[in-house]
């Protein structure tokens, strides 16, 4: 029996229409019984056509779920072989194979990019691959305005090359962590040039090589077997999303397609030494550090977490228009999910609620509000979150204030308004890094926001969590 019919089995008595269930829990601690009520809670809010979960512990599938619709117009329902489009969770799909190239002599990590890329500007050549894997090249972003107009407009090569001319670099090489899609758009050249494939046939072969014939790089435009279609909730009703340029929806900074049936397939050879070995594995599950001795926290496509300073888990979250998605692994439970949606949801939240079920205590749900030693380190930054204004420089750490004014702003999240509630529930010091957690309850939902400070009180980085 295949993995198809295998999956499809498991699922023969549950009912497809709008909502599919599977739990394996033999030979596992975890509890999965509290997954489908959660979901269901947020199916109710009304504001997802459609999402796809799988759980697993180490190698073994604990829990798969489809709810909703892959396409609302013709009442096709999600199932374990929905194509979702995952957005920057591929990003680590992408480091994987430049990875793979690098343990084959094809390219190398510190290599300056113009080895490979040689119509690209002096200035941006001169990043290496092992810098933008990490987010810090000093590289610009097309999303904050640098050469970016919309997702139905065509991103080609030439176009990127005409970028690199027009905008400089934003920092110094390693002294600043930047989120840029463009330069990981620009690893998916450089795949392109050392292999004489594209980047979407060349990720179509890893995908087949470890059991994934249908994962892929997606192609906006053209007609695609299971892909769901994506919708936008605009507060009353779903619309459908934009139609991403073909040229657009795959590039290597998110640009892959994925179902649930893909998912365990892609954990098992995470998991294993056929497609990376123990020391690629290593480096891309280990976060930059600053001369100063702080982290990042991010690690070739990950978001390194923790909620005590010891014990870390890696997350990340992906969109684009509408397809909102999680991607969670925790060493220390050896769980691992994805979740995948098209709509509207806080995804990193709900993904968290659902392993929080799963594995109690392992996730900023579980915490609880602790006696807050730094009360001006909270009032600093319930100011910068309700700020008026550009954030003030004075509170940044040098990390952060090495950036452009409009980047450092992008980078410190506003909040609509002053919340409810605005709770310390962690503080922890490891090393230089001195990481506090904050609880923001709005309108009755719960977020949270891990903050890293310098020595001197002053913001490295803030990001959700």
């Known amino acids: 029996m295949n993995r198809r019919e295998l999956m499809l089995a498991m699922m023969a008595t549950a009912p497809l229409a709008a909502c599919a269930s599977v739990s394996a829990q033999t030979g596992s601690s975890a509890d999965t019984s509290g997954v489908g009520a959660i979901l269901d809670a947020e199916m109710a809010k009304g504001t ?13 599938i604990i829990a798969s779920e489809t709810r909703g619709m892959a396409n609302l117009a013709f009442d096709v329902p999600v199932t374990p072989e929905t194509l979702f489009h995952v957005g920057s969770v591929g990003k680590h799909c992408t480091a994987t194979a430049i990875f793979r190239l690098a343990e084959e002599g094809k390219l190398s990590l510190d290599a300056p990019i113009s080895t490979y890329l040689t119509d690209i500007s002096p200035a941006w050549g001169a990043a290496t691959p092992r810098l933008i894997l990490h987010h810090v090249s000093g590289l610009p972003d097309y999303f904050q305005g640098f050469g970016f107009t919309a997702f139905d407009r065509p991103l080609t090569r030439e176009g990127m090359v005409e970028l690199t001319m027009e905008i400089p670099p934003i920092a110094p090489p390693g002294e600043a962590f930047f989120y840029s899609n463009a330069a990981y758009t620009l690893l998916g050249y450089v795949i392109e040039e050392v292999t004489g494939q594209s980047y979407a046939d060349h990720m179509r072969s890893i995908f087949g090589a470890f059991g994934m014939p249908n994962a ?68 891309m599950f280990t976060p930059w550090i600053y001369p100063s001795g702080r982290s990042t926290a991010y690690c070739c496509g990950w978001r390194e977490d923790t909620l005590d300073g010891e014990d870390v888990f890696y997350h990340h979250t992906g969109w684009v228009p509408d397809f909102p998605t999680y991607h969670l692994r925790q060493p220390s439970s050896d769980i691992s999910l994805m979740l995948m949606t098209t709509g509207l949801t806080d995804v990193l939240s709900l993904g968290l609620r659902v392993a929080e079920s799963i594995t109690p205590g392992s996730t900023s749900f579980s915490l609880s509000p602790v006696a807050d030693e730094h009360p001006d380190m909270t009032e600093s930054m319930l100011a910068a979150f309700t700020r008026p204004d550009a954030i003030d420089p004075a509170l940044l750490a040098p990390e952060m204030s090495v950036l452009p004014e409009m980047v450092q702003d992008y980078f ?19 090393g230089a890094d001195h990481y506090r957690r904050y609880r923001v309850t709005e309108n009755g939902e719960v977020s ?7 020595g001197e009180g002053r913001i490295s980085f803030v990001r959700k969590s």
């Not at 002053?418 to 490891?430: L, N, R, S």
């Not at 949270?448 to 310098?454: E, I």
Request: aromatic share 6%; hydrophobic share 40%.
């Open 412 to 430: 410190v999240p506003r909040l609509e308004g002053v919340p409810d509630a605005f709770e310390v529930v962690q503080d922890t010091k490891t």
């Open 48 to 60: 997802i056509a459609g999402l796809s979960l799988c759980v697993l512990k180490g190698d073994t």
């Open 216 to 283: 892929r790089a997606d192609d906006g435009q053209a007609v695609i077997p299971d892909r769901a279609d994506s919708y936008e909730w605009t507060g009353t009703e779903f619309r459908r999303s934009v139609q991403m340029a073909s040229t657009t929806s795959a590039v290597a900074a998110g640009g892959l397609l994925m179902s649930g049936m893909d998912v365990p397939e892609w954990e098992r050879a995470l998991n294993g030494n056929a497609m990376l070995s123990s020391a690629s594995k290593a480096e």
């Open 448 to 454: 949270h926001y891990m903050a890293n400070y310098d």
